[in-house]
């Protein structure tokens, strides 16, 4: 079964599922959120993500009624569950959502039916419904076989998905997930991230996703909203975050990134492409993206982006002259620093020939792919 | 802008209700003692016809008894001290053989009380008739070997049985030290009494600073060993002057109820000090992940340090056990008894007094009562401090903690006045005991079960809430199950706690409300030892097959593994 | 023939006039069906508890229906006990039996004893009752003289006077009683009316041991831990050269300081006909025998027609020692209790 999101009319935009308006959270004189504003539409996967202390996963616990917020609205489905002007604060019991935690919180005195049972019997369900919902769940998650066994004796991996299957059987209309692979190893990770992909499209559920990975962000949003500090940094699908960043922070929080500043040089720009002059008089073309152009322009180049080559490449803009500093072999690809001019260009190649350190070489990009940053 | 607030709860109705209920069982005697304390008017006159200061200049007249009293304290601190650190050490860092049971015997000295060791030891070190000395002179030795009636005598006693409560903490201390800081030391070169010296006693001395503290201030609160054993003397510390001018003719209450507070505000400071040393009221010993300490291998040296322990639990547990024996079986007990002299009367009088019959009843009603209901309100009272986000937890957590800051035998003066003019008649009833119990062992129970509590991860409850469970499913559904051993274990430690009780029992006890360890004191004052011998020993064995059923019928509730 | 009750400054109730009964064998002017209804009987008591839990085993022998229950504490704690309670207006106690004269007419001058006038009376002198009859009566005297561990003390070390207890080879090895006691203080003001003030000043000087018991103090002197006792109570003496124990009693000259052991009704009782039927009882040749035979009591008796001690001894072949101005004495207890506790450091 494949259930797909629904699409609204196109008449209206969406409503938001969740709406987080001017959120702000602190503990104990330390301002852990501080004004932070999003939507989740119905159906879609929106992720926090932000290194450690950010503020993401306070947010997310704000959501779910877990911690209290000290300024700002939250709305789920049109209702408030959450507004300091009017001293409204639902508690997380009655707020109808579900949580998948960092730790499984697998309760380990119940079995695996008992734990994923758990929602239902809150609300009341019959026995045989139980029984059907909490095996259908358990076959999602490909744990039926340990409906009985005592939950304290699972692995890692088994414990999550148990949690997984608990928090969906009881169709909420909002999954929140607080890092929950982060505990598991990479290749765990990596299989993971896919299966709780499909299972979110399948059951076509909302679900706000916190996590510090990248790839994991990539992987299985549909929107990503990169935070630090207890602010929002940028919003945006994944491929808009990735490829035009609109500051530094989110530029090399994103994959690894090079920037280049330099005076615009209004003299050689073109009709799709700006240009500017660096400290040490290259010129590097690059595109606005509708960001606003000033005097001083930094760009953001990503490292896979840079073309290496010991010919010279048949491009007329971006090529100049580099030499090695350094290869770096990392299996899947090859990290090389190359000294050009008064600053290093770190290039990300699929796997070569080591090239010797003080080798000329030349280094070129394309306009496209040098992206200009927001102010 | 106003602060959001969610719609008063079951949650919050019954944290506050508890809270108010903590609040008077503390409060309300203490009043009454500072009220005591500051009368200066006629004594008979309720209520006081004056208040000042003169009842504290009274207890400047007897620097000696302060003097006394430091020095039991700090002797026995030092010895308690060494005591748990020697076995601490040995099973934790060696490998012993037998650690784990060693480690369970530990509780035993504890569960025995301190009276009985008393009443053993003066049975084995009475400068006269004590029996180590009757021995030491049938060997050729003049005068007495030991005098157990001396200053050192009585902290010798207080140590033997406070030592195992010093092994817990410095044990667990040990426990949570990461192995890593010695391996490192070592792998650099350092030998083993090097890195002992330099690393590992650095990083111990913390906990074990705030043991010593602790058990200071227990020291200095002590009553039994110090009233069976100085009083023959005249050698008194505060608590058993404290008891003395209330027993005695005329009664200086005014004075005793000064020295009460004297004493609680030292007891205070030191409790105030133990909380900042051991990180800001956490009353969890091992926090988060325990890390396996290293143990070492001592070679042949194990079986030494198996007679250390053995030789430890033997003198704080089998000799006051069968020097007791020995005594009662005798008409006059002597080390070296002729035929004639052996005899089972003391059995045959001891089961027909009100102290075996009547006591032994009430008592472990008593405890029942004790263990039941205060697992139940100091369990609330620790989720309430530790778990819930109710304003006043903090308030809360320092009126639970009052209670260990007065020593019994001061907070059953003001829980006397307290509650003799309450309308309710329970006074000289068991329900006053009952009141008396819970309200002192309120520290004790609350710490024990907020230990177990605080390992539990927060997540458990928290995913229950995003399950939709209300406050009261969650709390029968998941809380109470995970805490289910940690509050077996409360009970029982409430259960033996109430029938080793001493200092409070003893001023509160009525006609119709007698209870076994006063009884023992009692009957030490009043008849012959080897009569009291017999009586503690019925009274041993009893509570010791009541609390071995308990341990059975409870080992099904199990332990689960917590995550 | 009845009698008549005579008024006490706080009467509360007066029995109704009628003709006394008889019970087992002797006559009592309480109810004792009523008694029996009752069916309890508290006692306070200055006793050691086996001495305490023996009299109320006497009673319960002959009236089992009446369940018993004591509290037993020294004299002088027993007394404040027992005023404390009732300042806050607990009135749980049906008799007391304190050994001490002094806080007895105190007790009588508040309206603690209910006023009962037993048929037993005439058994007694004037003396040996309240004044007015009605209050208390004594139920046995406690007689003290030295007594000292026989292998501790050769005979010619012994010692015979009252003055021999200050020589210091006791010193440190010497018994007493507490401060609380009743007989301590009969003692103190009796040789000191013999001896004047000096004589304690001196004593104080020997380091005595003192305890709430008579039976701790033969116990310690059974086992050699003091060597003489200067406080040795002849019951305890009778009960533990019974067990075998190598003391010896001496009774010097001068006299044996003795105290009465006082029992009476309390007015306020919760039950009150038990009560009566108690006194009665206790005043009885029956009851008095009980107190002299029970070997945790062996007091002596007052009775006119009571019988010698079991060692044969007539108490009034004693020469005891009474304060001679029970007014006097009265007023000398804050003075003996100062004195006494700061002896004792206290």
Known sequence: MHASPE?????????????????????????AVRGVSFNVLPGEQLTLLGPSGCGKTTTLRAIAGLEQPTAGEIRIDGNTVYSAERGINVRAEKRGLSMVFQSYAIWPHMTVFENVAYGLRVRRTGAAEIADKVHTALDMVQMRSFASRRAAQLSGGQQQRVALARAFVFSPSVLLFDEPLSNLDAKLRADMRIELRELQHRLGITSVYVTHDLEEALAMSDRIVVMRDGLIEQTGTPDEIYRLPNSAFVADFVGSANLIQGRHRPDLDTGASIALETVDGRIVHGMAYGRPVGAELVVSVRTVHLRISTEPPAAAQNVWHGSIRQTVFQGDFTQVHVAWGAQNLVVRCAAMEPLAPGRDVYISVEPRHVVLLGG | MRSATSPISAQQIAGYGVAAVAAILVLYPVFFLFQAALDVGDPQARPPTAYGFDNFNGILQYPRI?????????????????????MAWILTRTNVPGRHLFEQLMAVPYYLTPLLGALAWSLLGAPESGFINQVWRALGGSGHLIDINTAYGIAWVMALFEGSVAFVMIAAVMKSMDPALEEASQVIGAGRLRTMLRITLPLVVPGVLGAAIFVFAEMLGSFAAALVLGLPSRYYVITTAIYQLVQQYPPKIQVAAAMGVSLFAVMFFMLFLYRRIVMAGSYVTITGKAFRPRVTDVGPLRYVLLGVCLLYLLTAVGLPLATLLYASLQKIAVAFPTAGNWTLDNFRVAMTMNAVRSALTNSLLLGFGTATIGVVLMGLLAWLIYRSRLPASGLIEYVVMFPQAVP???????????????????????????????????????????????????????????????????????????????????????????????????????????????????????????????????????????????????????????? | ???????????????????????????????????????????????????????????????????????????????????????????????????????????????????????????????????????????????????????????????????????????????????????????????????????????AKQNPHAFDSRVQLFDRLAKGDDMITAIGEYPAYILFKDKGAKVEFVAPADGLPATPLIVGAVSKAPHPEAAKLFVDWAMSKRGQAWYQTNPNLYYGSVRTDAPPMPTGVRLGELKLLYPADWDDYAANRDVFAKEWNGMLGL
């Open chain 3, 1 to 203: 023939m009845p009698l008549l009750g005579i008024a006490a400054p706080a009467v509360l109730a007066q029995a109704p006039l009628k003709s006394p009964t008889t019970v087992h064998d002797f006559t009592t002017n309480a109810d004792v069906a009523k008694a029996e209804q009752e069916g309890q009987l508290v006692f306070y008591c200055h006793e050691n508890e086996p001495g305490t839990a023996g009299i109320m085993e006497g009673f319960r022998k002959d009236f089992p229906k009446i369940n018993t229950s004591y509290v037993r504490a020294q004299t002088g704690a027993l007394y404040t006990k027992i005023l404390s309670e009732r300042s806050a207006g607990r009135f749980d106690v049906d008799v007391i039996q304190l050994s001490d004269l002094a806080p007895a007419v105190d007790f009588q001058k508040k309206g603690g004893y209910e006023h009962y006038v037993s048929p037993e009376t005439p058994a007694y002198k004037p003396d040996h009752l309240s004044s007015p009859a009605g209050s208390f009566f004594w139920t046995g005297v406690d007689p003290a003289g030295i007594a000292y561990n026989t292998t501790k003390v050769s005979p010619a070390d012994a010692p015979k006077t009252w003055q021999d207890i200050l020589n210091p080879r006791w010193k440190g090895a010497i018994s007493c009683k507490i401060s609380a006691s009743g007989l301590q203080f009969v003692q103190w003001y009796t040789l000191r009316q013999l001896y004047g003030a000096g004589f304690w000043k001196e004593f």
């Open chain 2, 66 to 86: 302060l003097l006394n009293t430091l020095t039991v304290s700090v002797a026995a601190t030092v010895m308690a001290l060494a005591f748990g650190f020697v």
């Open chain 1, 7 to 31: 699409v609204p009319a196109l008449s209206s935009p969406p409503t938001p599922h969740i709406e987080v308006d001017r959120l702000e959270l602190s503990y104990g004189g330390v301002a």
């Open chain 2, 408 to 563: 019994r035998l001061v907070f059953a003066f003001g829980l006397m006045w307290a509650w003799v003019v309450f309308p309710i008649p329970i006074y000289g009833t068991l329900w006053l005991l009952l009141i008396a119990y819970i309200t002192v062992f309120l520290p004790l129970g609350v710490r024990t079960i907020a230990g177990v509590m605080l390992q539990i991860d927060k997540s458990l409850e928290e995913c229950a809430q995003m399950c939709g469970a209300p406050w009261a499913f969650r709390v029968r559904t998941v809380t109470i199950p995970l805490l289910a051993p940690g509050l077996v274990a409360a009970w029982l430690l409430l259960f033996i706690a109430s029938i080793r009780e001493l200092g409070a029992s003893i001023l509160l006890m009525g006609p119709h409300s007698k209870v076994i360890t006063p009884s023992i004191v009692e009957s030490w004052f009043g008849t012959s030892s080897e009569l009291t011998a017999a009586l503690a020993l019925i009274q041993t064995l009893v509570v010791a097959l009541a609390m071995i059923v308990l341990v059975a019928v409870t080992r099904r509730v199990g332990a689960h593994p917590v995550d």
